[in-house]
């Protein structure tokens, strides 16, 4: 949704602006002159229209200076006049465009809600390029029937606006899914906006959802636009939506319900278009009987459900899944035509992959930068899925003198092997001794929870499993 904010003193004129951009979709905030340049850095717009008397003397500065702001904004001048010159002169100062106020309505109307369609193209554009090319329910190639059963299903999804809740281990692709679903949708020229319930601290995950005014909070310095907002007309992902605290819980129902929301601090609610596609790698069913998810919210986003089987459950998959991420990574990573040898595609289907396709692909990746010939093998795989595991040695350490095929390796690569292995066995401990609280092992280990937690998805570990 594009924020417009609207700085003209004229009554009339302001009341032509407002009703020319009625139906065009946006947030209108009415500023006046003498407040703008305190308003300007604390409250979020993407487009200021401003009457030409209401401009400073220092004009191509304060158009430059509101360009610099986070967001952005373009600026649009309404002139009493027609006058080619000034019209230029402002155009040269940075100005996006520059509108006679004597248009009548319909015209007005017309080059107004331009100029907000050009904002909002340009931000979705962003926003394609930032999450890469679109997914499309075609490319998940399986032999499993299970798999084209679920995908049949997930294509009858594709041009409505359920909610959907996709089940499934940590690994499996759940938001591979939920981008295939919604790129193949009417809502694929809208955003995709992914956000982890799991990786915001609760004391800030309502802000980010819904948003925040200025002062809701201590350091809310500006107001904020959440993920409902920048996911209007688009999808909202939900990821590890178990570990959202009840009270967003109660929020997110509501949004859900009645396509409202109301930022954190705000007495007035917003209109948003979104569709939420939610996943967990939690048993829904348990998390209830415990008290700790809505049954209301489970019914309201688990319309139709979803529920990916893991990568040991269809191993007639692995050796497809491998081939075409080996194809990928070694044409990224300049090591192209490699190949694998049959052994190591033997070993890759004996093993249970605990972190499913997203380990398989790290795996995968690793072996490309391991593999000094033009073949993969047995020795640029990881130990545990050669000889079922570490070896470790008498203070519980991978012992390096014992590792499969590292004694055969320069050293540069052998060094990187025993790293590998002893972060994962560090990151596991840690977590074993905090019994899965990712902040607490975060803090031991002197490193963010976010660096830890792209570490736990880089070697296949869920908290969930040290929490016993």
Not at 8 to 21: K, Q, S, T
Not at 431 to 446: K, Q, S
């Amino acid at each position: 949704m594009v924020r417009v904010l609207v700085c003209i003193e004229d009554r009339p004129l302001r009341d032509r602006v407002a009703g020319a951009l009625d139906r065009a979709r946006v947030l209108l905030s009415f500023v006046p002159a003498q407040a703008l340049a305190d308003v300007l850095p604390s409250q979020p717009c993407d487009l200021v229209l401003i009457d030409e008397a209401q401009l400073p003397g220092h004009e191509s500065k304060f158009v430059a200076d509101i360009r610099k702001l986070s967001d952005a904004p373009d600026v649009v001048v309404l002139c009493a006049t027609e006058d080619g010159e000034r019209r230029a002169a402002l155009v040269a100062a940075g100005c996006l465009g520059v509108l006679y106020a004597g248009l009548d309505d319909e015209a007005l109307a017309r080059v107004l809600r331009a100029f907000v369609r050009r904002r909002r193209e340009a931000f979705l554009q962003k926003l394609r390029v930032a999450s890469g090319d679109e997914l499309r329910l075609g490319a998940f190639v399986s032999a499993s029937p299970a798999l084209h059963d679920l995908l049949a299903l997930a294509r009858r999804l594709v041009d409505t606006d359920t909610s959907v809740l996709i089940l499934g281990e940590t690994g499996v692709g759940k938001e591979w899914l939920a981008r295939a679903i919604h790129g193949e949708g009417p809502r694929a020229a809208g955003p995709f906006i992914a956000v982890n319930c799991g990786a915001i601290p609760e004391s800030l995950l309502e802000s980010e959802l819904f948003g925040h005014e200025k002062g809701a909070f201590t350091g809310a310095i500006r107001s904020h636009r959440g993920h409902f907002e920048l996911a209007d007309r688009g999808t909202l992902f939900l990821d590890e939506i178990a570990e959202m605290p009840p009270n967003v819980q109660v929020k997110l129902l509501r949004a859900v319900q009645d396509h409202r929301i109301q930022r954190v601090g705000s007495e007035s609610e917003i209109e948003v278009d979104v569709r939420v596609i939610a996943a967990t790698n939690r048993d829904l069913d348990e998390e209830m009987r415990a008290g700790r998810f809505r049954p209301d919210l489970y019914y309201r986003i688990g319309v139709v459900t979803l529920s990916i089987p893991p990568l040991r459950e269809r191993p007639e998959d692995i050796p497809k899944l491998a081939e075409e991420a080996l194809e990928s990574l070694a044409t990224r990573l300049g090591r192209s035509a490699l190949r694998f040898q049959p052994d190591v595609l033997r070993a890759l289907v004996d093993y249970a992959w605990p972190g499913n396709v997203r380990e398989l692909v790290n795996v995968v990746e690793r072996a490309v930068l391991l593999c000094n010939g033009s073949r993969v093998g047995l020795a640029d795989l990881p130990q545990n899925l050669t000889r079922g595991g570490n070896e470790p040695g008498d203070d519980g350490a991978p012992a390096p003198n014992r590792a499969n095929g590292w004694l055969e390796m320069p050293l540069r690569q052998a060094r990187r092997g025993v790293l590998d292995a002893f972060e994962r066995e560090y990151i596991a401990a840690q977590l074993t001794a905090t019994r899965g609280r990712v902040g607490e092992a975060a803090r031991r280990a002197g490193i963010t929870p976010r660096s830890l937690f792209d570490k736990m998805l880089h070697y296949g570990l869920r908290k969930e499993d040290f929490k016993k």
